[in-house]
């Protein structure tokens, strides 16, 4: 009886695999060449398949594509300039993407991987990715400003170590963050909250649009953030890498290790440790110390894996710890103490180096648990089961002690939020063999907020449930490929907010339902261009601090005032890019018209408040339509064997259409050029290098006029400088380091998307050293 | 032995992650109750200040001005800004009061304020009013001006702006260095 049943099984397995394995001459291998040590793409490298004889060369990305393959096992040869041949087998028995993983020097055994999916993912929106070599620069730097390498990214700074991503314009609430799969839920509305995420839990950092995102969540107005950390390891053994970095400025210190491991004997037990420490003193602009400008931060994280062939389950959990200290003379009583501060060309208060943190400062602690399984679906795809816990607390210290000394001796915050979140959500992915793709899920979220202290934002409760289903197509040529997505969720909120005339507590009941979605086509007549067109519908609705904000803003020297009655906010986003590459010449540009419709924006309205601090000027949220037009643009050159140019552009007008008048706070318009020298290997150095860079930041004019106290500041230029190379060590172990100096010419400039540049000069000139031994 | 290495590692992480990990928000919110239970509070808030002007040859009567805005900054417009009216060539003690009527019964925010004098200062600036105003306190060092001697001389019709600056570590006599707690512009008629 046991025996038929596994008779009966063993011949159903073989009649659905056998169904997809007809024995066709139309199969693909494609992949990328990449470099064993620093992962870069290695061009010009030449593929040989020995039984058939026919090849094929990498382009400047390091990718190849073979066509036309039989099933069957072959011999590959990979040769590229400066590493040995490697020879591997491969087996085709459908359309096999394989990355080859050359070395420089060839005692080791190769280590490589196939992908189960047949076809590299494309997008109708181009996913941008920083380089493996653009991580390591960044290295000690927050996420927000290591992802300022990606064109048509900024940062909404307060200060030199808070700092949000600005994507196209837009930022915060429209801005999705995915940590690890997870999105990120903390109190993401605040210009001065940035996401509470250790950048060295990142393997991959990268900014996707399109019917990808529409995965995530309806918010996504502005793009989704992906922080994406390494699989876990799949063969045994034991991996990891130590990273040190150092800057002169702040004397920063950073730390990060990253242990992986696969217990070889119970098979497909995986695991991951990850830490981080970091320290900073006080920064200096290049004519005085900026006080209290000291941060700490302290994260680890943890991953179990148990993955087999049919199923596997993964366990997450992360922690991130920081203190950071608000630079002193940026916080003020009223409109007189910000005039003088305006005026005075030195802050008011000087200060000296020192790495402690006095009032005003923030204390926050973000913490992630995520749990994953999944299920693959005979030969067709995979079940996917996620559930995540997010606990985010925020405390937010004063400048000055309550006057009652009694209160005063408990040190406590004088604002408090604490928000937990659960998402749960069971999605299914088709695996990608055929001309169609499916994915489909659902996913639910619940969150709540609590708040002691100064009454800001109210406590809620939310609930919301979303579904989605995405479709891809190719043709069979692979020349053309559409893919539409489409989003349901419901969101339902529960506010209490304080009455301070009737002393009670008032509910407020909010229910938004809408539908999101996205519609592509890549069209790619050649291995050498491409172009993309994308329309995506995406909606948010309006944040607590929105609704619910009441009262003098001390950090903005303004009263603002929520509404209550504020709907959700709606965009239209069409997105169009080509994409051409020939030889040594490499051409991307992208450009949007995002128009959206009840955009939520601070409207600065008469008379001004009087308060007993004085008059305060006066700011609503409001409702207008908007239109956000831009491009962003980049080129590759290589000159001459080993100079590479490389130019970034990125512009956009930002337009209140029901007012006719430029939106404020949008970033400005700028270049990015740089030249880079890659000298020869040696025996004991390996990828040499020296680049220079410059970037060009225009004066911000296209501002309504008298919007703000001070006029946008003018434009600047700074330079930058990097050494790097790599020095092998033991075996297939090496160090990589990279020298860095920004603000090269120690340039006095501010810039406009700062909101501390009432108050001070960006940092001066700032030595950095980054050190990864990987292991 | 390696196996057993690799999980002795695993375990000392996992315990080390629960004994510090998986923080709690002990709090829920609720209808009745909002967030944390208690109501929001701001420590800081002065809803009002009161100018008591007293004749020092005890001729005129005592009078007293106030500004007040009781929600505090922000919400309801303030419901009360009184103009000073004093009499014209006539020496006055005036003194300082603030109040956080906020709260119930009403918290004298001056006691705290004259607790921490070497932290805080006063500042009257008169204009178009012909009147001389002195702080008459001290804090030991500097003074502190919640009393202070107004001198009126003919009849005129300006404004008077009542500072408050909070100068912790800083304060050197003068109005300028720290942070404003209090400014108030109040129309001023000598008669």
Known sequence: ?????????????????????????????????????????????????????????????????????????????????????????????????????????????????????????????????????????????????????????????????????????????????????IRQEGQQWGNEHAPEIDPYIADKLSVIKGADGIRYGANAIAGVVLVEPANLRDSAGVNGALNFGGASNGRL??????????????????????????????????????????????????????????????????????????????????????????????????????????????????????????????????????YARQYNLREEYDKHLPRNDSIAALNLPELQFEITTHIGEVAWKQNRNHAFNTQIGVSTIQQANTLEGRDFIPAFVKYSTGA??????????????????????????????????????????????NVSGSVGAIYKPTSEFSARVNFGMAWRPPNVSELFADGLHHGAAAVEYGDTNLVAERAYNTIAAIDFEHNKFLFQLEGYYNRINNFIYLRPTLPATLTIKGAFPTFNYSQVEAALTGFDFSTKYEFAKNVTWTGKTSFLWAYNLTENDWLVGMPANRFKNSLAYKFADLPKLKEPYIALGVESVFEQKLVPNNSDYVDPPSAYNLMTLGVGFSIPTYKKQQLVVDFGINNLLNTVYRDYLNRFRYYADELGRNYTINLKLTF | ??????????????????????????????????????????????????????????????????????????????????????????????????????????????????NEDDEHLFCYAPSNTNVSIARTDSDGTYEVGITSFWSTGAIANGETTVTLKHQPGVKDGTCAPGDTDIEVTFQTEIQ
């Not at chain 1, 993912?121 to 400003?145: C, H, I």
Request: charged share 20%; proline share 3%; hydrophobic share 35%.
């Open chain 1, 1 to 181: 009886m046991h025996f038929a049943k596994l008779v009966f099984v063993w011949l159903l397995v073989h009649m659905v695999v056998g169904g997809y394995s007809q024995n066709n001459c139309n199969y693909t291998l494609k992949g990328k060449i990449i470099d064993e040590h620093d992962k870069s793409a290695l061009e010009y490298a030449t593929l040989y398949i020995k039984e058939l004889e026919i090849g094929a060369v990498s382009d400047i990305r390091g990718n190849y594509k073979i066509t036309g393959l039989c099933k069957g096992t072959f011999t590959v040869v990979v040769k590229h300039v400066g590493c040995s041949p490697i020879t591997e087998s491969v087996s085709i028995s459908k359309n096999t993407i394989h990355n080859f993983y050359p070395e420089h020097h060839s005692e080791e055994l190769i280590e490589f991987s196939i992908q189960e999916e047949g076809y590299k993912e494309e997008r109708t929106v181009a996913k941008k990715e920083l380089s493996a070599k653009e991580m390591n620069q960044s290295r000690g730097k927050s996420l927000g400003e290591s992802l300022k390498s990606i064109t048509g990214v900024n940062t909404l700074n307060t200060g030199n170590s808070i700092s949000k991503p600005v994507i196209h314009g837009l930022h915060s609430d429209r801005v999705l963050v995915l940590n690890n799969g």
């Open chain 1, 253 to 386: 210190g950073v730390t990060s290790a990253i242990l992986n491991g696969n217990v070889g004997k119970l098979n497909g037990l995986s695991w991951r440790l990850q830490g981080t420490l970091k320290r900073l003193g006080n920064v200096r602009t290049p004519d005085y110390y900026l006080k209290n400008t000291a941060l700490k931060e302290y994260n680890f994280s943890w991953a179990l894996g148990y993955n087999k062939e049919r199923f596997g389950v993964e366990v997450f959990y992360s922690q991130f710890n920081t203190d950071i200290g608000i630079f002193s003379a940026a916080h003020i009583g009223n409109l007189t103490d910000l005039q003088r501060a305006i005026e005075a060309d030195e802050p008011l208060e000087s200060a000296e180096f020192t790495y402690e943190i006095n009032r005003p400062f923030q204390h926050i602690e973000h913490e992630l648990f995520k749990a994953k399984a999944y299920l693959k679906t005979w030969d067709i795809g995979q079940l996917d089961f996620v």
């Open chain 1, 468 to 513: 989605y289903l995405i479709e891809k197509w190719r043709s069979k040529n692979l020349k053309f490929e559409l893919e539409t997505g489409v989003r349901y969720d419901y969101i339902f909120q529960e506010v209490y907010k304080w009455n301070n005339w009737i002393r009670e507590y008032e509910t407020y009941t909010y229910t938004y339902n």
């Open chain 2, 1 to 114: 032995m390696k196996t057993i290495k690799n999980l002795s590692i695993l375990a000392v992480a996992l315990v080390v992650t629960f004994a510090v990990g998986c923080k709690k928000d002990d709090d829920t919110p609720t209808p009745s109750t909002g967030g944390g239970g208690t109501p929001p509070q701001e420590e800081e808030v002065i809803t009002t200040l009161i100018l008591t002007f007293v004749d020092t040859a005890g001729v005129q009567p005592n009078v007293q001005y106030a500004f007040r805005d009781p929600d505090g900054d922000g919400g309801n417009a303030p419901t009360q800004h009184d103009t000073i009216r004093l009499a014209a060539n006539t020496y006055y003690n005036a003194s300082v009061q603030l109040l956080n009527e906020a709260e119930s019964p009403a918290e004298d925010i001056t006691l705290e304020v004259q």
